[in-house]
């Protein structure tokens, strides 16, 4: 092996578990750096420049040691014991939804270790989680500029369902930053 070289993860090191309080710093930097890479043009850019990891771990430590219901979830993706990515899961907020709709409301996936399955393993993990809480369907909404995203959603199974929403909001001294138009895509979970 050569200086510089860098063994890939081993499989057997990567897992998925239940979020712990002591996760929340971790939480807060993936969901940073993935948030950076993924809605640099979505998101205003002072926004985006000022926010620090700790400003988004406070609501990841309320989310796990507080949970609105015993219906919602939050589990992290490890490689080893290092907390790559994060999923979160509710009960949808959608006026269409039924009681038995639940909303991936958040996976993210550090940009160092994406392509390492860390996302396929959480999504399994959320859908099984859902299907345990009494969940029978799964929405989740994104971006339609994300392609990345939306293939790798439609590659396990979700497929758009017609709705889609626009988000707006303001920029640093009322500068507004594009708006953002998002497609849901669902799919039913296996009894």
């Known amino acids: 092996m050569e200086t510089g070289d860098v063994l890939a993860p081993n499989a057997a090191d990567a897992s998925v578990r239940p979020a712990r309080a002591g996760d929340a710093a971790a939480m807060g930097a993936v969901q940073l750096r993935s948030w950076r890479r993924a809605y640099g043009g979505l998101m205003p850019a002072p926004l985006l420049d000022r926010l620090e990891a700790a400003d988004l771990a406070a609501p990841w430590h309320a989310a796990v040691t507080a949970?609105?219901?015993?219906?919602?979830?939050?589990?992290?993706?490890?490689?080893?014991?290092?907390?790559?990515?994060?999923?979160?899961?509710?009960?949808?907020?959608?006026?269409?939804?039924?009681?038995?709709?639940?909303?991936?409301?958040?996976?993210?996936?550090?940009?160092?270790?994406?392509?390492?399955?860390?996302?396929?393993?959480?999504?399994?993990?959320?859908?099984?989680?859902?299907?345990?809480?009494?969940?029978?369907?799964?929405?989740?909404?994104?971006?339609?500029?994300?392609?990345?995203?939306?293939?790798?959603?439609t590659s396990a199974g979700l497929r758009p369902d017609g709705a889609r929403r626009r988000l707006r909001s303001d920029g640093d001294g009322g500068d507004p930053s594009p708006e953002a138009v998002e497609e849901r895509l669902a799919a039913a979970l296996p009894a």
């Open 67 to 153: 949970p609105p219901s015993p219906r919602h979830a939050v589990l992290v993706a490890c490689a080893g014991a290092v907390v790559v990515g994060l999923a979160a899961l509710a009960p949808s907020a959608d006026p269409d939804a039924a009681g038995t709709d639940a909303e991936l409301v958040a996976l993210e996936v550090d940009p160092v270790h994406q392509r390492a399955g860390h996302g396929s393993r959480l999504l399994a993990a959320v859908a099984e989680s859902a299907a345990g809480r009494g969940f029978t369907a799964l929405r989740v909404w994104s971006p339609t500029t994300d392609g990345a995203r939306l293939a790798f959603l």
